[in-house]
């Protein structure tokens, strides 16, 4: 196990127990800021692949913990995102603002149209198999419950829904980077300094 992953764990939790509880008070511009995407994007733009994709599982697990997604869609969403994102940070030329903003806002896209399409995909199959929530048997009269049908019903990508992803990709592209300067703040303060004799 690596120091990342230790950092990760609560550094995680925590965020995951804030995104439940105390975030949803304070939306910038009506969006939610999700802080977890955002530490898991920056770590991944300064550490690489295999440290960013430890970081979007050990997210999406304690995010997921606390939705009513079902577990693993929030992970393998972001564990996607950070793929491409590490992979486009390859081929351009690093920036301190631009690249980070501009990947902030791209992650976040791609993570919520994986996030939506795997729901899409998810949700039909729980609602057609009710063993999978729990229930053995359902009387002839009983109903699934009329929200999860409108789940699976899809999704529509006009209206609210892409003016939600659209201006969070926005809100977060411009979020990312305090967070992004921060971890290389820490990172230049805590790496050993070279002494020349």
Excluded: C
């Excluded at 295999?50 to 009513?68: C, N």
């Excluded at 590490?86 to 631009?98: E, T």
């Excluded at 009387?139 to 992803?165: K, M, Q």
């Amino acid at each position: 196990m690596t120091l990342s992953f230790y950092l990760a764990i609560p550094l995680m939790a925590i965020l995951a127990i804030l995104q439940a509880t105390i975030l949803p008070r304070f939306p910038a511009f009506g969006i939610v800021p999700q802080l977890w995407l955002l530490v898991t994007l920056s770590w991944a733009m300064l550490h690489g692949i295999r440290e960013g994709l430890l970081w979007a599982l050990l997210a999406g697990i304690f995010i997921d913990l606390f939705s009513a997604a079902p577990m693993g869609t929030t992970s393998l969403a972001l564990m996607a995102a950070v793929a491409v994102i590490v992979f486009i940070q390859r081929h351009f030329p690093a920036s301190r603002i631009l690249m980070p903003a501009l990947l902030g806002a791209l992650g976040t896209l791609v993570f919520w149209f994986l996030y939506l399409l795997l729901l899409r995909i998810i949700i039909p199959l729980i609602i057609n198999n009710l063993g999978y929530l729990g229930i053995s048997s359902l009387s002839d009269n009983v109903r699934v419950p009329d929200l999860l049908g409108e789940i699976s019903a899809g999704y529509s990508l006009g209206g609210p829904i892409l003016t939600y992803i659209v201006i969070s990709s926005l809100v977060q592209g411009v979020l990312i980077l305090p967070v992004f300067w921060g971890f290389q703040a820490l990172e230049k303060a805590l790496s050993p300094r070279r002494v020349e004799v």
